[in-house]
């Protein structure tokens, strides 16, 4: 079992910045892959950014160039450095780790972009 808690989120304007971190409650040294998704009202969950054990990242092409995923694994933490914030990336941003064979998930936190 893996335990995540997200924070970090808030309420930001257009062209701000937010670092959003995740904790796991063990080490991340093993895990395959994580990263983070978000769901907007109405919208389905989408992947936004993730890193592999190895160190290789991938990211929607919405955030390319404006977040930047890494991670820590002496503090095992997933850091989520968002710049350049718009309106549209307004979601509930959730931490999320594929190991085993198995998905885990955070509780979320919400950010909110005002034009």
């Known amino acids: 079992q893996v335990q995540l808690v997200e924070s970090g989120g808030g309420l930001v304007q257009t062209g701000g910045s937010l670092r959003l971190s995740c904790a796991a409650s063990?080490?991340?040294?093993?895990?395959?892959?994580m990263g983070w998704y978000r769901q907007a009202p109405g919208k389905q969950r989408e992947l936004v950014a993730s890193?592999?054990?190895?160190?290789?990242?991938n990211y929607a092409d919405s955030v390319k160039g404006r977040f930047t995923i890494s991670k820590d694994n002496a503090k095992n933490t997933v850091p989520l450095q968002m710049n350049s914030l718009k309106p549209d990336d307004t979601a509930v941003y959730y931490c999320?780790?594929?190991?085993?064979?198995?998905?885990?998930w955070g509780q979320g936190t919400q950010v909110t972009v005002s034009s």
């Open positions: 999320w780790v594929y190991t085993l064979g198995n998905n885990y």
């Open positions: 063990r080490s991340i040294f093993g895990f395959n892959v």
């Open positions: 890193i592999t054990t190895g160190g290789s990242t």
